[in-house]
């Protein structure tokens, strides 16, 4: 009996003294562990984070550019616009002053009943007044064939008319003593036809309603034996605006 004490006490002793384990230690690494795992998915979030905010912010970047884009897009089609509705509106001015502005031309030339003279019949035909228009021109003996090639319009001493109503004409006398009696020496030398030409050329000026001065040249010429005058084909333009 008092063996199997001893035994028991020996076995007892042994476990006493048999080491335990470190479970402290243990707990501690799996903290480490843990918390480096923490870190990571910290890390890896604030750097998901940091991109998304990157994104974001070139997102707004990207849509304040677009904004801006369209802002200034909406500014030009809106000057375009603007430009458009004034050259309408230029245009249709234009357009309404060309339709009632004055047209005034020598629309006939013709020997006076009175003297030996050249009448120069000036028309309006337009929708409106001229205020103010001058004559001017020259009258010569020109060889036979040679009309066209001598019509050349210059600058003459003008004659100054008061207005000149819408549809109406005025007869206006350019010529002086010297072509006066050039015009008698054309009309009584002779009653054969020299194939001679008086060739009467000038211009007309006038002021419309608007204040836009216009010129209309003109030429004529008549055969000795005959009375009418005609035109030449000259390609003189009329109506040609001089000022603004």
Do not use: C
Not at 44 to 65: D, I
Not at 91 to 107: D, F, L, N
Not at 186 to 195: A, H, N, P, Q, V
Not at 224 to 230: D, I
């Amino acid at each position: 009996m008092v063996r199997v004490l001893l035994i028991l006490l020996g076995l007892a002793g042994s476990a006493a003294a048999a080491p335990v384990p470190d479970n402290a230690a243990a707990v501690k690494d799996l903290a480490d562990a843990h918390r480096s795992e923490r870190d990571v998915v910290a890390q890896e979030t604030m750097a998901w984070w940091t991109w998304f905010m990157a994104l974001t912010s070139v997102g707004a970047t990207l849509l304040s550019g677009g904004a801006a884009g369209a802002a200034l897009y909406s500014v030009a089609l809106s000057r375009r616009a603007l430009e458009h509705a004034e050259a309408s509106v230029s245009e249709t001015i234009k357009i309404g002053r060309q339709q009632s502005r004055a047209y005034v031309h020598a629309s006939d030339v013709s020997y006076s009943t009175e003297a030996p003279d050249v009448i120069v019949h000036v028309t309006n035909t337009g929708q409106t007044p001229a205020p103010f228009f001058q004559v001017g021109g020259q009258i010569t003996v020109v060889p036979k064939g040679q009309v066209r090639e001598s019509v050349s319009i210059g600058d003459y001493d003008m004659k100054e008319w008061p207005a000149l109503g819408a549809g109406t004409t005025l007869r206006a006398q350019i010529g002086d003593e010297e072509t006066r009696k050039l015009i008698k020496e054309f009309r009584l030398t002779g009653g054969s036809d020299d194939g001679k030409k008086l060739l009467v050329q000038g211009k007309v000026r006038y002021t419309d309603v608007f204040g836009i001065t216009f010129e209309s040249p003109f030429a004529f010429y008549a055969h000795r034996t005959k009375p009418e005058f005609r035109r030449p084909v000259s390609g003189l333009k009329g109506f040609q605006q001089v000022s603004s």
